[in-house]
């Protein structure tokens, strides 16, 4: 009687999937390529998927590194720091409609506003949830949620707090994330430091908006 064995997987770390994303990227095309021209086992017609889709993972793997390389040259983040940003961003690219390429785009708007990597770690789950509730881009929230943070002196933490209110706002108005943004970018600040309440002033821009 044949005995089967229990086949063991091993792990696979979330700082090389990427980089593992673009070798396979890579090969995948090639074998295609091969399979293209020998034409031995199978069909042109079949080869063709086979080389997009690697010219897709390449893609993937290169404009994440991309995204990446920015992020660490607008905040200056390296070693444990860079390490948490690109494991966020991958994981947000796992779990959410968002890819990972998109996230780590958001947390560079948010470097270039000034963020430090805490903050932005603490940011950008609020920035996303700004993009679910105005359908937006995870750019253009990231860019919202940094305006109105800023101008209003309020802590990175309160990101989930200003996309609430904001989404609130919106479905209470016929306005949009992207014009309370704007409404924000101007009169967030004299707001704020007439002491106004954030929620307040939410719900009046919304109406002049």
């Known amino acids: 009687m044949s005995r089967s064995f229990p086949i063991r997987v091993p792990l696979i770390g979330q700082d090389r999937l990427s980089p593992m994303l673009t070798r396979v990227g890579s090969r995948v095309g090639a074998l295609g390529s091969r399979m293209s021209k020998t034409g031995r086992n199978m069909s042109i017609g079949l080869a ?3 080389i997009g889709a690697g010219v897709a993972l390449f893609r993937t793997g290169a404009n994440f590194e991309k995204a990446m390389n920015r992020v660490r040259a607008l905040s200056g983040a390296t070693g444990e720091d860079l390490k948490a940003l690109r494991e966020q961003a991958l994981l947000l690219g796992r779990t959410t409609v968002h890819s990972a390429s998109e996230a780590a785009t958001a947390q560079g708007l948010l470097a270039q506003a000034g ?3 805490q903050e932005m ?3 950008l789950p609020g920035v996303l949830n700004l993009a679910s509730a105005g359908q937006i881009e995870l750019a253009s929230a990231a860019n919202i949620s940094a ?3 800023r101008g209003y002196n309020l802590e990175a933490t309160q990101s989930g707090m200003v996309a609430d209110v904001l989404a609130k706002a919106q479905a209470s108005a016929n306005v949009t994330i992207e014009e309370l943004g704007e409404a924000f970018k101007m009169a967030g600040p004299l707001a704020s430091a007439a002491g106004l309440d ?3 002033t939410a719900a009046a821009l919304a109406l002049v908006a």
């Open 198 to 200: 954030f929620n307040e």
């Open 48 to 50: 063709a998927p086979i």
């Open 147 to 149: 305006n109105v943070l």
């Open 115 to 117: 963020f430090n990597t």
């Open 121 to 123: 770690l603490s940011t």
